[in-house]
């Protein structure tokens, strides 16, 4: 045989390319090779470009500016599973970062990551597909696109992977999109509650920590905690909690139980269970700030419900609530404060607090926290309304120091509460004394003038319950505080300006507080509010009564009618009538004007300038604009005083002393004063009138005789009897021409005139009646009418046994039969037959 010969290879072809290894060292280089059509340099790219991504943001942002991203959304279709598999893994990491996600929306990939989550694909692929989601999913708009692209679907059934990553990556995800309402119902249709529930059995905490957080999301809604009931989720959870070793799961834990609690039967079914008791053990005994914190939470979550309210207070939940309060930690105190607030709804719960827990609130008043003072105070306001015993307790418990330092607080919600509690102590009047001590008064000044609605509303609330006094009604006047309680009445908040028009109805009481309040407007706004029928309310109305109880004048001019308890005093004037919104001149001005052909201003005024001092808290003379109103018995002792007086037993005698009076005037004044103050015009002749009937009529004891006696006096000196025949022939208004031209003023004082008609007599009755204790009305009629009513009890009645009926009204007749009395049966046809 010869020898073998070594075949030579035979030489590649001439158009095939020779294989060549690359070693780049540039990733701008590897980018360019995602273009590439073969699969194992696509493939080696990408293994490339995911170690690069792995090293930090950096080169996650490189990768974004050499133009990365795009060429890899391609490659997520990619036939080749190696390579679809690295692109993917790649997008796992980069979408971690803020401005490659943006990108990713733009380039509308969503569609293609969700494909990789399909069942056929690898774990691995899983992985990084439902990590790029579980980052994507932090976005809004990618929250939107994972649900339009059916991405739920997926990642529920992924949460029963065999592989812990995916379902970490899977539950986050879920977690991220249960921010959304639509999300949620979703997720209730493919029924995700009982494999999230899975997840908490698992032996990887972050897991555990996922599914409890995605579940506290989720169980806000009814049909989930059915669900999470109906799956024994409730023996999970309490589990955890007796689980020690599971510690740092027990607050999410509690927040999945505080949304179950709301739910009526999950509550019962914790309570059957002995899981209530443990709840509330847990939560009081727990040492961890978060955990008692979060337990007062469910509390408060639940107590909002009258039942769930009558289980905790059948478990004493009372005692668990006092102890956290006395933690170290303001959370917990905040929390265990809005506990308390949410279980004063159950009367039980408020008596228990009335010794343990009022004093503990008190302490947190005094707090460095302003948070922990506003849910403290916000507890007490709850505790004292409408429950005197707490109110007193709180009082007791010397509270109303820290709560009046509140209310100059910067939170309006610690104010508000401040106020409401001080209002609840102030509406007892044995606590409401004490409160001015604490300068509460002087404290609500910042309150009233307060932007804030419900501090307003509150702040005029507790003037309204602490001005009964008189002391804080001069207080409040004199520190200024009248002013923004005026312009509260403006409001267009429908309770501030109920709350300011009670504030103003109580101070009215007060006559020097009522005059104040008329110089700031308070009148004025009032009667603008009670105009409005959507304005306008019950204590509108009744301050804006309360206010012309405290002028007269303009009462009479605007209604016609002042009740017996309207008495006449000195400065009233008799305007006429007047519209509604018209402005009433004050006397001073109309005393200045000249005679016109108006209707003349009738005055009433017994007193001289230099008989009384200066008007101050006892004077009862007219301010120049505002009537006064005086007491009956006020009256008698003037009147007593004058009676004692000798040499005055004629009527000439009076008069002459009275002018003489007038005429050194000036002199008491002094001349040389810089500015001399005004006093209304002096009627000497109805001061003698007043002396005449306190000393002839008053000691009368019978009052119907008192009212006929009186009635003929005043006919007597108002031009005698008439006749309705010759009633056109009585020259009245000539008379009344002539005052008017020799007082060279439109006001006439009522003494004045001798030739008198309905009006004049009505007016001169009423004063004079007012002045000796005799009750009776004066009423304005159309066309000069005018007449006075009063009350008799039915003489065949007096003596007899039983119930009285009422007394019987009478028009006082000062005209056609002076001293008549005719019986009002119908009102309309009795005035016709007397006018």
């Not at 916000?378 to 429950?387: E, K, P, R, V, W």
């Not at 008329?518 to 706004?525: F, H, Q, T, V």
């Not at 002042?562 to 919104?581: A, H, M, T």
């Amino acid at each position: 045989m010869g020898k073998k010969v070594k075949k030579e290879a035979e030489p590649p072809p001439k158009d095939v390319f020779d294989p060549l290894t690359i070693e780049s060292k540039k990733a701008a280089t590897v980018v360019l090779m995602l273009n590439s059509p073969e699969e194992e340099i696509l493939a080696k790219a990408c293994e490339a470009i995911y170690r690069f991504a792995l090293k930090g943001e950096e080169n996650k942002a490189t990768l974004l500016e050499l133009g990365a991203v795009e060429p890899l959304t391609k490659l997520l279709t990619h036939e080749d599973k190696i390579v679809r598999r690295n692109a993917t893994m790649i997008f796992g990491i980069l979408a971690s970062n803020n401005d490659v996600k943006k990108l990713l929306r733009e380039l509308d990939v969503m569609n293609s990551v969700i494909a990789q989550l399909a069942p056929e694909e690898e774990v691995v692929i899983h992985e990084f597909a439902s990590l790029c989601l579980a980052n994507m999913s932090a976005e809004y708009t990618s929250k939107v696109q994972i649900l339009e692209h059916g991405g739920l679907e997926p990642l529920v059934r992924l949460l029963a992977s065999p592989d812990p990553d995916v379902k970490k990556n899977s539950v986050e995800c879920i977690y991220n999109l249960t921010q959304d309402f639509q999300c949620r119902a979703a997720l209730q249709e493919l029924n995700a509650i009982p494999p999230i529930l899975d997840l908490l059995k698992s032996e990887y905490p972050v897991i555990q920590l996922l599914a409890l957080k995605t579940l506290g999301i989720i169980t806000n809604d009814k049909e989930a905690r059915t669900t999470l009931r109906d799956n024994q989720g409730v023996d999970h959870l309490i589990k955890i909690l007796e689980t020690k070793e599971l510690n740092d799961l027990h607050i999410e834990a509690l927040s999945v139980i505080a949304n179950c609690l709301e739910d009526m039967d999950t509550l019962v079914l914790i309570q059957q269970t002995g899981g209530l008791k443990k709840l509330l053990s847990f939560a009081e005994n727990s040492t961890i700030p978060d955990i008692q914190k979060n337990a007062a939470k469910a509390i408060t979550k639940a107590a909002y419900d009258p039942e769930n309210r009558k289980l905790f207070h059948e478990q004493e939940v009372e005692k668990c609530l006092v102890a956290l309060l006395g933690s170290e930690n303001d959370g917990t105190k905040i929390a265990a404060s809005q506990a308390i607030s949410a279980m004063c709804e159950n009367t039980g719960s408020k008596e228990f607090f009335n010794n343990q827990g009022i004093p503990q609130l008190i302490v947190l008043l005094k707090s460095d926290s302003e948070e922990v003072r506003e849910a403290a105070s916000l507890a007490l306001a709850n505790l004292t309304t409408c429950h005197p015993a707490n109110a007193k307790a709180v009082a007791e418990a010397d509270g109303v120091d820290p709560l009046v330092n509140i209310l100059s607080s910067r939170r309006d919600g610690a104010v508000a509460n401040a106020a409401t509690v001080l209002a609840n102590v102030a509406m007892q009047e044995p606590l409401r004394a004490g409160l001015q001590s604490h300068g509460v008064t002087s404290a609500l000044l910042g309150p009233l003038r307060s932007a804030n609605t419900v501090v307003q509303s509150k702040a005029a609330l507790t003037v309204a319950a602490t001005a009964c006094d008189v002391e804080a009604r001069t207080e409040l006047r004199n520190s200024g505080g009248l002013e923004p309680l005026v312009e509260l009445l403006r409001s267009k908040n429908d309770e501030v300006r109920r709350h300011a028009s009670w504030a103003v109805m109580v101070c009215a009481n007060d006559e020097l507080t009522a005059v104040e309040l008329c110089k700031l407007g308070a009148l004025d706004i009032l009667e603008e509010v009670n105009l409005s029928v959507s304005r306008k309310n019950k204590f509108s109305e009744a301050a804006y009564n309360k206010l012309l109880n405290n002028n007269l004048s303009l009462k009479y001019s605007l209604t016609g009618y002042l009740s017996s308890s309207n008495i006449i005093s000195d400065g009233f004037y008799d305007y006429g009538r007047i519209n509604p919104g018209t402005k009433l001149l004050p006397l001073k001005d109309l005393c200045l004007q000249e005679p016109s052909d108006q209707r003349a201003v009738l005055l009433v005024n017994s007193k001289s300038s230099d008989v009384s001092p200066p008007p101050s808290m006892e004077d009862k003379s007219s301010d120049v604009g505002y009537g006064r109103s005086i007491s009956s018995s006020s009256s008698f002792r003037r009147a007593s005083k004058e009676k004692t007086k000798k040499g005055r037993g004629k009527k000439e005698e009076e008069r002459v002393k009275e002018e003489e009076e007038v005429s050194t005037l000036p002199k008491l004044m002094g001349e040389g004063s810089p500015e001399k103050e005004w006093y209304p015009p002096f009627d000497p002749d109805f001061r003698v009138y007043v002396y005449e009937v306190t000393k002839s009529i008053f000691p009368i004891t019978n009052i119907k005789e008192q009212i006929e006696v009186l009635a003929r006096y005043v006919a007597e000196k108002m031009g005698g009897k008439m006749s309705k025949e010759k009633l056109h022939n009585f020259s009245w208004e000539l008379h009344i021409s002539e005052l008017k031209f020799q007082l060279k003023s439109n006001v006439v004082p009522i003494g004045q005139i001798k030739k008198g008609i309905f009006y004049h007599r009505a007016l001169l009755f009423k004063a004079l009646a007012d002045k000796i204790g005799i009750g009776c009305s004066l009423v304005r009629g159309e066309y000069g009418r005018a007449w006075n009513e009063v009350q008799l009890m039915n003489e065949s009645r007096k003596g007899l046994i039983g119930a009285l009926p009422p007394p019987e009204v009478y028009i006082v007749d000062l005209m056609f039969h002076p001293g008549g009395l005719m019986k009002l049966r119908s009102r309309e046809a009795d005035l016709y037959r007397y006018l």
